[in-house]
């Protein structure tokens, strides 16, 4: 089965206004080991298709279907999706006051595997991945990001990523406010976690400046809530060129 597949999705939101649709029959298919670039202006729907799959409840179902090897992830509480193996990395990581980044991570795996990870071997792939994503040791006694640049909170999310070890990664924005150094750091850690246990993933981004260090398999461009062209890598390299301009004229004419 697909590790993630999902059918006409369609979902809305309550704002002032009333009910306002966002997706409008959303379909995609991904596999194991694949990487999905999800691209397109803003307010196009790509953070809400993540938000919705992790859980949010700010986000109604309205009608199609989200599965994670064949079992309804809708139909799973946040924390269950977890479990099945489902990771979100946020476009904007909260803050934890109190919550130091050891004790988080610990927690949170402990709570993935139902069992908590060995002392030893914990603690070291802690420190390796910590160095891999060249993050000072001091980070791991911090509150999770509390104090944090916008860098070192995406770093922490790819921390997060490395030692958690999901089954499926959606990545939303993670390149937003990063500069190259730590733009090559990220997809650096992105790669290895995809090399050490064949991830699947869905790298939501307006830009094609990631796609540059994190190769994707397939590219899909969203527009007002719908897939409106799907294709390789190269596809990527066209909106490079031509931006989203030839979609927005097509919705606004249709």
Known sequence: MPVLQIKDLH?????????KPILKGVDLTAQDGETHAIMGPNGSGKS?????????????????SVTLDGEDLLAMTVDARARAGLFLAMQYPVEIPGVTVTNFLRTAKTAIDGESPAIRHWIKDVKTSMANLRMDPSFAERNV????????????EILQLELLKPRFAILDETDSGLDVDALRIVADGVNRAKASTNLGVLLITHYTRILRYITPDFVHVFVDGRVA?????ELAERLENEGYDRFLTATNVG
Do not use: D, M, Q
């Open 11 to 19: 979902v809305s939101v309550e704002t002032e206004n009333g009910t």
């Open 48 to 64: 809400t298709l993540a938000y919705t799959i992790a859980g949010h409840p700010k986000y109604h179902v309205e009608s199609g």
């Open 145 to 156: 990001n509390e104090g944090f640049s916008g860098g070192e909170k995406k770093r922490h």
């Open 229 to 233: 062209e799907e294709g390789g890598p």
